[in-house]
């Protein structure tokens, strides 16, 4: 194996493993955006992952599964918004109790689903792009749900910096009661903003099960929510950066394997901390470089909104 | 005018409903799915608290988790979220796992303790020193340090017990050699309890003690809250960050530390199933108030060992633990914030009606 | 929160039924899994092997499983707790269970445990072994046959005795009918992680090899990934040529009921006693699991002899002199392996490339 294939190998692994992480943590920074913090991205990645098999393979169609995955994601991120904005809980708390109720539904659930044979995704060249040299066939190479993943950034960036609902979502995000004298609904935007991130992380469970696994599993996202909420402030809120934290998560994990393979003589257990260690490393330098710039978040985040006080 | 004992008792019987609420929501849930609450309730209830070994296995199973949250809570206590508890649990386990393994077998017991308490401690600060360098200095959320640092830990353990310090004798196992009978905490009599849960306990008040009566406190409550004022008051904030992320890097490792000493007997991989995770969720349900910590620790340790009987007598998958677990957090969480407000707004529909 | 408290005092002494354990005439006996039992792979096995005790001995065996049992402080809890509903016997169906089960042992001498593929000796205490690797090896002579560019992948969850064991004898066995292939090995360190196993798969198909074998709790994943790249697979723990119709080779499976069944009957017989067992191809406990169709009908017929052979004790796997991959003699010439030896492997043969974490 030459260098150069080596390299293309290893960058379409890394747009692989860091696709799910990718469309969770673009989930969340939409989210938090709008003030709210969803720490319940696993349990929802997991909701997804399983609804996506069981629509698959029961009516044996990705598309209805994908939106059965969205919808899934969509109905549990209500769940979340109304528990923050009705009952005004603790949001830490309640995105850890959502994980831990929905690892154990879906583990509940999907007893009927291990080992099923269930129609999974495959790869589809992209016809003309995937010709290109190197970048053909590391991003072009893949399948819809990644191809997907192209659109939904810029796509997201867009909603956050380009409408008049980005506009909203900041607004209750840095100053909920001013924008609600605006005349902006702070229930109504952090809804939306609440269920559009759980789709994302539901569609990243099911990139997951569908791609990945092609089927189900206990566990299957084994702490990818997690760290798709930790690249969030990696990413300081912007969809892009975390485009970048998630490939860079990505990467050192196709690499660390692919070294495996080649031959490298490292214990697997200090290669296998590479994407944790290489994610801390990148945060630490581009923060040296722009040591000026406070990246902080939206200031009312997870700060419960109290119309009447 | 209505007294403030009134308010405070309707407040705390809104807070009784609330859990009593949570449990009757899941009991629905569970006639729903055919199954009788009363005898799964009773199952957990008398298999976490109904005989002394259950109420030892409830202890047994709360030390680390009360460990993890005290940590949880000092730093919470200056705004730090350190969900790294999990990975500086584990360090404390590698510290005084290097101690035991080290020093020689004659060690008096209470020196060897003494010794792996330290290391422990040394090994847990320490790691919580980087998301807290990182935090000051660079301005880093310390959060998502932390969080990746947990992997970290877990990986260091697996090359340690798989690589350098792997048991010689039974080859290929992945763990370390046996302590010697020094290295072993001294347990209740004829139980798993052991000293660890005391030095929790200790903590805990003393902790109570430090955040309630003292200077040290008082700082760290305003630069918590208010940031802003403590730059104003010049609080020397870089420093107080520090200490308390050592701080509670030091007590999470203690947790490691009793875990391996008096639990396991030598460092393995499946040390904590979670217990940091477990803790820092513990110490959100308790509002960072150490005493509530300790009530809050027993009561879910007596949880997740009564859970067992789901599965020995009921019958259900380990699923049903979490489900369980994760429904009553969430009722709890929603029902105590609508109920304080109804009750809020009764004392004050109560006062209205004394004044006129 | 105090209240909190009061509340679960309150349920606690109101509601507080006599616990009686409810006397019967069966026996009880208690399983700990490691694991989700419906893993479709290692747990899943263990579990079928109960439910087929449970249904042979209906009636004079009652067993109670926990699962997701933490090899750790808590493996000793529920064993008491087994204990304490009347569990006479306990099966202990993962490696990491002997420390907890020698203290339980020690302080309840009436209760016979089961502990599997550790070594250790008490009155009460009986331990099992699973060569896998002897359906390993004929898996690896699958491989060495049908491999073209001689490079075959091994995707491995853990580097500990049973999986060394797996891989090397798997390398042996290709080695057997092809002395230029090479066997690489990539581990997961995960038990169960479906997205970095088939990327580990997909890893080590980039690097050229033609032929897939894994031990990873839960086997669908790679078995697919494996023939969505166009690359033979072996399967591991359960027979699943469904999920690779084109590139399934064959695979090594398990059979607990029979040996779990034939405990139980002895412990309702009073003849059960403390000793080791080991379960094979001979005894029927480990399996080749059906061949693909990509398997020639001659290399079938191969396959088979060599198992015969393997089943009347004329073909050891291990068999000396045996030397590692950095030429050190493991084994002397006509040295055969026994129990410990091969609970302690810590190397790779010849033929078998990857790391070994090591000290």
């Known amino acids: 194996m030459d260098d150069l294939a080596f390299i293309t190998a290893v960058a379409a692994g890394m747009v692989r493993s860091g696709t799910p992480v990718l469309l969770a943590a673009v989930g969340e920074c939409l989210t938090e955006r709008s003030g709210i913090l969803n720490l319940g991205m ?22 209805f599964a994908i939106i059965a995955a969205l919808a899934i994601g969509a109905l549990i991120g209500l769940l ?38 269930i129609h999974s995704i495959s790869a589809y060249k992209v016809p003309w792009l995937s010709e290109l040299p190197f970048f053909g066939s590391v991003f072009f190479n893949q399948d819809i749900l990644v ?30 009661r001013a924008a609600a004298a605006a005349g902006v609904s702070v229930f109504r935007t952090r809804c939306i903003a609440t269920a559009l991130g759980a789709m994302l992380a539901a569609l990243g469970g099911a990139y997951l099960s569908l791609v990945y696994a092609q089927g189900w599993t206990e566990n299957i996202t084994a702490g990818r929510g997690w760290i798709a909420v930790g690249l969030v402030m990696f990413a300081s809120w912007n969809p892009w950066k975390a485009v970048l934290g998630a490939y860079l998560f990505g990467l050192a994990i196709s690499l660390q394997l692919r070294l495996q393979a080649a031959g490298a003589d490292v214990s697997p257990y200090l290669l296998g901390m590479a994407p944790y260690l290489l994610v801390i490393l990148v945060l630490a330098v581009s923060k040296l470089r722009q040591k000026k710039i406070p990246a902080a978040g939206p200031t009312a985040l997870s700060i419960p909104y109290l119309p009447q006080v | 005018m209505l007294s403030k004992a009134a308010g405070a008792m309707i407040a705390f019987s809104g807070s009784i409903a609330s859990m009593l609420f949570g449990f009757v929501a899941v009991g629905i849930f569970l006639l729903l799915s055919g199954r009788n609450p009363a005898t799964i309730y009773t199952g957990i209830f008398t298999g976490a608290f109904g005989d002394t070994f ?16 005290l940590a949880v809570a000092i730093a919470a206590r200056l705004g730090l979220m350190n969900i790294g508890v999990e990975g500086q649990l584990l360090f404390g386990a590698i510290g005084s796992t290097y101690v035991a393994l080290t020093m020689p077998e004659t060690t008096p017991s209470w020196l060897m303790l003494l010794l792996m308490a330290l290391s422990a401690c040394v090994c847990g600060a320490l790691f919580a020193l980087i998301p807290a360098l990182m935090r000051v200095f660079m301005d880093i959320n310390e959060t998502i340090v932390s969080l990746l640092l947990n992997y970290v830990a877990a990986l260091t353990v697996e090359y340690l017990i798989h690589g350098p310090w792997q048991d010689p004798t039974t080859t290929s196992w992945p763990q370390t050699m046996a302590f010697p009978p020094c290295a072993e ?13 005391l030095v929790a306990l200790i903590i ?26 403590a730059l104003y008051a010049k609080y020397p904030l870089k420093r107080y960050l520090i200490v308390a992320m050592l701080l509670s890097g030091a007590v999470a490792a203690l947790a490691g530390f009793s875990q391996v000493s008096a639990i396991e007997g030598r460092l393995r991989s499946g040390l904590s199933p979670g217990y940091g995770y477990t803790g820092f969720l513990v110490c959100f349900l308790a509002k960072h108030n150490p005493i509530t910590i300790i009530v809050v620790s027993i009561l879910l340790g007596g949880f997740l060992s009564g859970a067992d009987s789901l599965q020995l007598s009921e019958k259900l998958p380990f699923a049903t633990v979490n489900i369980l677990q994760g429904m009553i957090f969430i009722f709890l969480l929603a029902s105590e914030n609508a109920l304080k407000s109804w009750s809020e707004k009764l004392r004050l529909k109560l006062q209205a009606a004394e004044a006129s | 929160m105090p209240h909190i408290l009061f509340v679960f005092l309150v349920i606690c002494f109101t509601v507080l039924p006599v616990y009686s354990a409810n006397e019967q005439k069966t026996v009880k006996a208690g399983f700990l899994f490691v694991g989700p039992i419906n893993d479709y792979g290692w747990n899943c096995a263990q579990n079928e092997g109960r439910l087929f005790v449970e249904k042979k001995l209906a009636g004079k065996i009652q067993t109670v499983a926990v699962e997701n049992v933490p090899e750790s402080a808590e493996a000793e809890r529920v064993m008491e707790r087994m204990i304490a509903q009347g569990a006479k016997i306990i099966f202990a169906t993962s490696f990491g269970y002997l420390e907890p089960v020698l203290k339980v042992a020690r302080r309840h001498p009436d209760v016979k445990f089961m502990q599997l593929s550790r070594f250790d000796k008490r009155p009460n205490l009986r331990t099992y072994f699973y060569l896998h690797y002897q359906g390993s090896y004929l898996a690896g002579v699958v491989a060495g046959r049908m491999s073209k560019k001689n490079k075959i992948g091994f995707v491995a969850a853990h580097p500990v005795p049973p999986l060394l064991q797996s891989i090397n004898a798997f390398a042996l066995g290709v080695r057997s009918v092809n002395a230029k292939a090479t066997v690489k090995v990539v581990w997961t360190n ?29 086997p669908v994943t790679i078995v697919k990934t494996a023939e969505s790249n166009k690359t033979y697979v072996i399967g591991c723990y359960t027979d699943d040529c469904q999920f690779a119709p084109n590139y399934w080779l064959t695979g090594v499976s398990f059979d607990w009921g029979p040996y779990y069944a034939r405990i139980c009957q ?8 403390e000793g080791t067992d080991v379960c094979d191809i001979k005894t029927g406990n480990v399996k080749l699991s059906s061949f693909g169709k990509a398997v020639p009908e001659p290399l079938r017929k191969e396959v088979a002899a060599a198992k015969e052979k393997i089943a009347n004790g004329s073909l050891v796997v291990f068999a000396g002199p045996l030397k590692d991959r950095e030429g050190r003699e493991r084994l002397s010439a006509g040295a055969k392996p026994n129990i410990k030896w091969l609970a302690g492997m810590n190397f790779f043969v010849p033929g078998v490339e990857g790391t070994l974490p090591k000290n």
Not at chain 1, 83 to 111: D, E, K, M, W
Not at chain 2, 186 to 196: A, D, F, I, Q, T
């Open chain 1, 147 to 176: 191809y997907l993943s192209y659109a939904i950034v810029p796509l997201t960036y867009f909603l956050i910096n380009g409408t008049r609902f980005g506009l909203s979502l900041k607004a209750v995000g840095e100053e909920p």
């Open chain 1, 42 to 63: 696993e349990g929802i990645m997991l909701a997804g992952a399983l609804t996506a098999v069981i629509v698959s393979y029961l009516t044996g169609n990705i598309f």
């Open chain 2, 204 to 229: 805990g008040f003393l902790l109570m003690l430090v955040l309630h009566s003292t200077k040290f406190g008082f700082k760290a409550k305003v630069i918590g809250s208010n940031p802003q004022a």
């Open chain 1, 80 to 117: 979340h918004a109304f528990l923050c904005l009705y009952f005004h809980v603790n949001q830490v708390a309640t995105g850890i109790a959502v994980t831990i109720l929905l690892s154990g539904i879906t583990a509940f659930c999907g007893i009927d689903y291990v080992g099923k044979s």
């Open chain 3, 190 to 218: 995960k038990w169960v992680d479906p997205a970095v196993e088939a990327e580990a798969a997909k890893g080590l198909i980039d690097n050229g090899i033609d032929v897939l074998a894994f031990d990873q709790s839960a």
């Open chain 3, 266 to 273: 002895s412990v309702l017989d009073g003849t059960w006693q």
């Open chain 2, 54 to 69: 259950c109420l030892s296995e409830t202890l047994v199973a709360a030390t680390p988790i009360m460990f993890c949250a």
């Open chain 2, 185 to 197: 905490m001294p347990h209740l009599e004829g139980s798993r309890v052991h000293l660890g849960l």
